[in-house]
């Protein structure tokens, strides 16, 4: 097998993704005094930044810790305890949620779907009808299926019953429009290392003034209280992640240079080119295409093919790298993440190869028919 090089390698899983040389440079620096002034200017500098990632302002806090810590900080401390909290489940995320807000609260109702079905409206409508729900926990885009939740069609009513919409976006922020503000989301959660396309290790959270007003303490290292309180210094409560700070100014230079509005048209426009190659070698999107997702796109592997037959000699003789399904849908679908700094050229390194492997294995259609489907859709 060819040592993997991360230089020499299409890189579309579905997160962490791909680094630009620029965020890569800016984080090769020795150690800095993280409370030195030069440092406290690179925080003022992301704080500033930060409404361009969320493309709202706010309260936002930056992490150190994957996105996980984000979503612990956040439920850790506005999930209630006197009160009910609705999660709504349909992936392998949704299910994390569960897991997380259940360690902060005894009174949790769950309203799930299927991995891969869509998000149970008219469910997650009937428990916000009987009025005594507090906080509503949901996943944006389900990664583990290639999946975007129509948080649309529930916004109105969780608005309406008060309660806090807490929300994970770790793979949709920078790569599928979330309308803060338009849908009354009380707390965003995104990863570093997704739409943003910086390294792994940092979350970033972004709380409404309703949301602060109803912070108590959670956990201690992730107090989201103690965070605000040190960022209006331009401090941190404990020893940042430094090198990662100065990853995350430059991947938010980048954002801020390429606009967050352009991001998300290339995420969408790659994302259907992505979903017309897919059909054009025959295959079949593991969700129902009306709620596929513009980050992550779910595949179902063809019949006696698993990740042996497909993913593995992808990597091996190709140097393409996608993503396996995970739980029970190991080895049945695939994930090809086309978010952050992904573009038109890993596209077509990927469905060439992914082309070569299906004929390879006597199921080829007609040659370069996935390419011509991308490359129909590039602008
Ligand atoms: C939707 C979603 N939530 C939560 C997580 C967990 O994030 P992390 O692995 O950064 O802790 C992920 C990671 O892929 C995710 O996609």
Excluded at 94 to 100: K, L, S, Y
Excluded at 289 to 314: H, Y
Aim: one cysteine or more; aromatic letters at 6%; hydrophobic letters at 45%.
């Amino acid at each position: 097998m060819t040592p993997f090089d991360p230089e020499t390698t299409t890189f579309l899983i579905a997160g962490p993704v791909r680094i630009h040389p620029r965020v890569l440079r800016a984080m090769s620096m020795s150690s800095l005094n993280h409370r030195g002034d030069y440092f406290h200017g690179i925080v003022a500098e992301i704080r500033e930044l930060l409404p361009v990632l969320f493309g709202a302002k706010g309260h936002q806090v930056v992490l150190t810790g994957s996105g996980t810590a984000g979503l612990e900080s956040v439920y850790s401390s506005l999930v209630p305890r006197d009160g009910r909290t609705l999660v709504v489940t349909n992936g392998n995320f949704g299910e994390r949620t569960d897991q997380i807000v259940r360690r902060y609260s005894s009174t949790v109702t769950t309203v799930s779907a299927a991995w891969g079905e869509p998000l149970p409206v008219a469910g997650v409508r009937a428990e916000l009808d009987k009025g005594d729900v507090k906080a509503v926990c949901v996943v944006h885009n389900e990664t583990s299926v290639g999946l975007v939740n129509d948080l649309a069609a529930i916004a109105p009513a969780v608005r309406a019953s008060g309660a806090l919409f807490l929300v994970d976006g770790i793979s949709a922020v920078a790569g599928i429009p979330l309308p803060i503000e338009a849908w009354g989301v009380d707390a965003v959660v995104a990863g570093s290392q997704k739409g943003l396309a910086a390294p792994a290790g940092l979350a970033l959270v972004h709380l409404s003034d309703r949301a602060v007003a109803a912070l108590r303490p959670g956990t201690f290292y992730l107090d989201l209280a103690a965070h605000l309180k040190s960022l209006e210094k331009n401090d941190t409560p404990w020893t940042p992640a430094v090198p990662l700070f100065l990853a995350l100014r430059e991947a938010l230079l980048l954002l801020r240079e390429e606009g967050l509005e352009a991001r998300l048209a290339r995420t969408h426009r790659l994302a259907e080119a992505t979903r017309s190659a897919v059909d054009a070698l025959g295959l079949e999107l593991f969700p129902d295409r009306r709620f596929a997702s513009d980050t992550v796109t779910a595949v179902q592997n063809p019949d006696g093919m698993g990740d042996a037959e497909l993913r593995k000699v992808l990597e091996r003789q190709y140097n393409v790298l996608v993503q396996g399904g995970q739980g029970s849908l190991t080895g049945r679908i695939f994930r090809i993440g086309h978010m952050g700094i992904a573009d038109w050229p890993d596209l077509l390194v990927t469905f060439a190869a992914l082309e070569r492997v299906l004929a390879k294995a006597g199921r080829g259609r007609e040659p370069a028919s996935s390419l011509r489907a991308i490359v129909e859709r590039m602008p």
